[in-house]
């Protein structure tokens, strides 16, 4: 008796069409195998998985299994063979390994197609035509997806403030349309920052507007999308892809804001954005810090404390910081501002420099940079970028080992070759580290180097020019404030 593998599978296009349903196709596929006398040995589903691609988990179950010694099933019944594939390299590759290699034949129910020169040509032309349908399927969802935004219909969530009514469009949700009033009214009225509006949302939100208020972890970003958005000045806006014209529908939903207070915002927005480098003047370390926690900028910040009175009045105080960039858009450690005083800073890179100058600091070779090191540099992260791939590579194959995509001597072969070439990226590695290490008398050449610069150094000189000496050379610093460390890492001028 054959042993039959019942394949099912339906797209998420396809789940509610009319005899593609999985008991459907499971229905007649068991009646064929009473029919011809066949028995079933494993039943194989995909739902909601498109043909379009070989990365189903029921059909690489299924081909895994097919693999197995001694074979659990003579053939693969499907009901179309576009439920098998719908992409003919797919499918005449796995035809192939199936038919040629394991002595498996894929079998449609409802399509014949005998081992004949004329049988393989329908085969191939059934192919064709169920990749050309899956092509035309996106088009024309594509189509559709364009019908509805030309009617100023939802084609995926509602931002805050909305939901999608029944007949497709945006409606007014009051609870959240309160916050976004409040965020355009604090940022345009009350003249607050981005920063500030988050941190009152993340404190404040669920006990000043509920759950609404406490439905996002806010950050600055967040503010910002919002305030940028313009559906809600009651347009709608979607653009299918990249390169393609945007549509555009005005009035297609009532508006949560004035159009006035709409563009008020994108001009304090747009004066930051010009502001942004100097709205508190040029500063000697900008540029140079870097977050020894997730290797993002260290930017100035101003850390305000609360009014205080003196003899002219109130007057709001601040600490100049350096702070982790990417802390404010919850990038960085979670719950921990890696942050170090501007004047701290200042003075602990020109002391080490001094101590350098004068011998007392011995620096590891990586502390100092040359325009040969670069290139070096490059290279060597690039050796060790080829050893985590081939490490990866392993990796997967070892996966398609475990599930039985790979025997145990294609996983044998397949070892031998990576280990071969790890051998050889391992000792370019080794190569190009000891040249790194070799540094060519460059911490002498770094001490002629920084008395030059200090040579010119003027305390009371502008800032731009004193940083400008700086950048002659320091390349960067690192600073760990769990630690309270500040690495380092200088820069010999070209010669």
Known sequence: MVRAALYVRVSTEEQAQEGLSIDAQLKALRQYCRDHHYE??????????????????GFQRMIAGAKQKPKPFDVILVHKMDR???????????KALLRKELGIDVVSMTERFDDTPTGKLTEGIMEVIAEFYSANLAHEVLKGMREKAERGQALGLAPLGYRIAPGGKFEILEDEA???RWIFEAYVVKQLGLNRIARFLRENGLTEFGRAGGKFRWSAQGVKVILTNRTYLGEFHWQPRSDATPIVVSGSHPAIVDSGVFVAAQKRLAQNRRDRHTRWGEYLLRGFGRCALCGSTLAYYRDYNRW????????????EVLACYRYYQYRCEPGYRNWVAMANAEAAILATIRQVMAGQVSLDPSQILWSGRDDLTRQLNAVRRRLNQLQERFNRQLVAYEEGVLDLEELRAAKVRLNEEKTQWEANLQGIQKLLADDHGAARDLQHALHDVMDQWRDDDPVEVRRMLLGQVLDHFVYNRKKDEVRIVFRLPPT
Request: proline share 2%; no cysteine; charged share 40%.
């Open 40 to 57: 079933i040995a494993e039943t194989f589903v995909d739902a909601g998985e498109s043909a379009r691609t070989d990365k189903r988990p």
């Open 84 to 94: 098998f594939a719908r992409n003919r390299e797919d499918s005449a590759v796995y």
């Open 178 to 180: 309160s916050v976004v």
């Open 308 to 319: 205080t009175k003196d003899r002219e009045g109130e007057q709001r105080t601040y600490k």
